[in-house]
């Protein structure tokens, strides 16, 4: 059986990554998605174990401690992490899995698994990610601005990424990821660094 591929989604908060990714998951069944731990509330609407695994500070710590994590990282107050074991059995399986983490997250794959393939999406303009921030309303206003910093920065590292998707029209940015992950899954494009 032919190991599945591992593919890094990131990109500034409000670029449209959940919706592109649940788009790919439609589209390509050859394609499982890593529901990654987080200490963060759940918003209306999420599911434990669906969307991530909800942990208190205690239990993510001590899953840190027991070295379940692929990576994690802080973010924005919260604590996310994404379970290797689940990761392992997919690529495994022949199955390529996506991972929609943050910047510094990225990073540790990029660095521990350097045949990762790395995505970064993102808004057409600063203007339009904040516009997107504020229209999601699940955050206060001091939250909002921690993830517009945040933003700032995340779109500065985009070149460390091996594709970038512009994500404008939603109709062109829907087809650009799934033709980008079909040839990686193909096995047609590889990481910069594999
Ligand atoms: P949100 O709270 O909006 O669901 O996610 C906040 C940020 O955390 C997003 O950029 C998301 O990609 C990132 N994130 C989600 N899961 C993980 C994870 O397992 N590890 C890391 N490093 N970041 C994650």
Known sequence: MQRGRLIVVSGPSGA????????????IPELAYSVSATTRKPREGEVNGRDYIFLTREEFEKWIKEG???????????LYGTPEYRVE???????SVILEIELQGARKVRDKRPDAVMIFV?????????????GRAT???EAMERRMTTALTEVAAREEFD??????????????????????????VDAKRA
């Open 16 to 27: 449209g990554k959940s919706t592109l990714i649940r788009q790919l998951l439609d589209a």
């Open 68 to 78: 379940r994590f692929l990576e994690w990282a802080e973010y924005s107050g919260n």
């Open 89 to 95: 059995e997919f690529l495994r399986s022949g199955l």
């Open 122 to 134: 993102r808004a057409p303009s600063l203007e339009e990610t904040r516009k997107r921030l504020m």
């Open 139 to 141: 955050e206060d206003s």
């Open 163 to 188: 594709h970038e998707i512009v994500n404008g029209d939603r109709d062109t940015a829907r087809s650009d990821i799934i033709e980008t992950i079909m040839r990686i899954i193909k096995g047609e």
